[in-house]
């Protein structure tokens, strides 16, 4: 029978569901995904045969009009064999993106080698429209779903329950995550650590129900669907093997975190080495070609970004000048690429005394480590409210990125006395450029405590790649727009 679970997640309650409706939730999701992805394919090829042929119902395209019928089918079929169904991926766009692309690459090119070996004179037309069309409107309509789904989750709906096992330390450093981005679905019901109850009672306020041997008593109990085991010595291959078998037989998923957290998965790779497995870590990309590339994608864009924004730049100049005197720009010290320091330009969004008074200001600070915010700062003018709400204070800096001091997408520009109170760990953020946007920024701006930002700002720099780059730039525009964490 459901209890009802009385524990809060970041403000929303998450409902406490029985094992088989949770399954039945994964089951619907991935019908209306192979329902989706049939209609797109089905869209696709009828475009392709209208687009294509003059007459397309006339009888002598009757195997063209066969394949438009079999198309989708055929579609779905590729999407499957390449697992793009497989339920560890709903929600999870660029494995759930990278499947479907895959598919669509596949198959082109196996259409294209049938035609070669068998000599048959395939409509390039067809097959040009066809599979590209079918590809990007199931890539679209992924994300819709993917969106939808996101809703949900944020809502406290179709969670995925979770048992952590692991220290108390890192556990509620994975409860607070998790309860932080509800995006990611999961939702910690259960605890077990090394020591049981006689380590603690409760994590974050999720019970502990025993130490590691309890992880699938505690599965049965709180109707769970998954275990999250954090690294710790006290877990070695043999205890985790064992409980891996045990959850086999009741269909619980397992995950296991590596010690290195934020390595990304293309810089890792199993390199079987007598007999065991070891993980191999790839150095970041810190120089090298790809650089090259986003520092050309860097200037061209901002480049063009100066022409095309000219006239906004205009506008808000004489908004700003309007609104009580000092300058429309303002200008900043702050740390660039391997500690030089350079100019900042921002619009102005405070009153022309804003650095004397910030001294007096001191003792509001609403941040909890080296940086300085205030959510209801009183030098803000009201016009430099609305540039911070939409981020448009900071469209100045794509001069700053045409000249090499800055990238579109980095870490936050720091400030020099913010610098000089930071750490070994820490600095580890000036081996790359500044950024305009970074996750920082598409994850929570400034409400983002310190250590979350320079964690944020450290998974960036350790995997950095030019798909992580536009990925970012794509989520930039959502946070903006909707103007969450700007103050």
Request: proline share 5%; glycine share 8%.
């Amino acid at each position: 029978m459901a209890v009802v679970d009385e524990r809060r997640t970041a403000g929303v309650r998450a409902e406490r569901v029985p094992a088989p409706e949770q399954q039945a939730w994964v089951r619907r999701h991935i019908r209306v995904a192979r329902a989706a992805d049939f209609g797109c394919a089905l869209v696709a090829a009828l475009v392709a045969l209208f687009a294509r042929f003059d007459h397309p119902l006339h009888g002598f395209l009757l195997p063209y009009q066969i394949l438009t019928i079999a198309l989708p089918f055929v579609w779905v079929a590729a999407i499957a064999l390449g697992r793009g169904y497989q339920p560890r991926f709903i929600g999870l766009g660029s494995d759930e993106f990278r499947r479907v692309l895959n598919a669509g690459i596949t198959l082109t090119a196996a259409v294209a080698v049938l035609a070669y070996a068998t000599k048959t004179d395939v409509a390039r037309g067809y097959v040009v429209v066809a599979l590209p069309l079918a590809t990007f409107l199931t890539l679209f309509a992924r994300y819709v779903l993917r969106r939808r789904l996101h809703a949900k989750w944020a809502r406290g709906r179709c969670m995925r329950r979770v048992v952590a096992v692991g220290h108390a330390t890192s556990v509620a450093g994975l409860i607070r995550q998790f309860r932080r981005e509800q995006y990611h679905g999961m939702d910690v019901v259960a605890v077990c650590l090394p020591g049981g109850r006689a380590d603690a009672d409760e994590v974050d306020g999720v019970p502990v129900l025993g130490d590691f041997s309890g992880a699938e008593p505690a599965v049965e109990e709180m109707e769970a669907d998954t275990v999250a085991v954090l690294s710790c010595p006290e877990m070695d291959g043999t205890t985790l093997r064992r409980l891996a078998w045990r959850l086999e037989k009741t269909g619980t998923d397992l995950c296991v975190a590596p010690a290195l957290m934020d390595v990304a998965g293309p810089r890792t790779t199993i390199r079987p080495v007598a007999g065991l497995p070891l993980l191999h870590v790839e150095h970041p990309e810190i120089e090298g070609s790809g650089k090259l590339i986003k520092d050309l994608m860097d200037r061209t864009v901002a480049a063009l970004g100066l022409i095309l924004l000219s006239p906004v730049f205009l506008v808000l100049t004489v908004l700003i000048r309007a609104s009580g005197p000092g300058p429309a720009l303002f200008r900043q010290t702050r740390v660039g690429k391997d500690g030089r320091e350079f100019t900042v330009l921002k619009f102005r969004t405070m009153v022309r005394n804003a650095e004397r008074l910030k001294t007096q200001l001191t003792v509001h600070n609403d941040h909890d480590g080296v940086l300085f915010k205030i959510k209801s700062d009183p030098r803000i003018t009201r016009v430099g409210r609305f540039l911070r709400r939409y981020s448009l204070d900071e469209l100045p800096q794509l001069l700053n990125v045409l000249l090499g001091d800055m990238s579109l997408v980095g870490p936050r520009p720091p400030l020099p006395e913010e610098v000089a109170q930071y750490g070994f760990d820490v600095r580890r953020r000036l081996v790359v450029k500044p950024g305009m946007t970074g996750l920082w920024q598409v994850g929570g701006r400034s409400d983002l405590s310190w250590e979350e930002s320079v964690r944020l700002d450290l998974r960036y720099v350790e995997n950095w790649s030019l798909a992580l780059d536009l990925q970012i730039m794509w989520k930039t525009i959502s946070a903006v727009l909707r103007g969450a964490g700007a103050y």
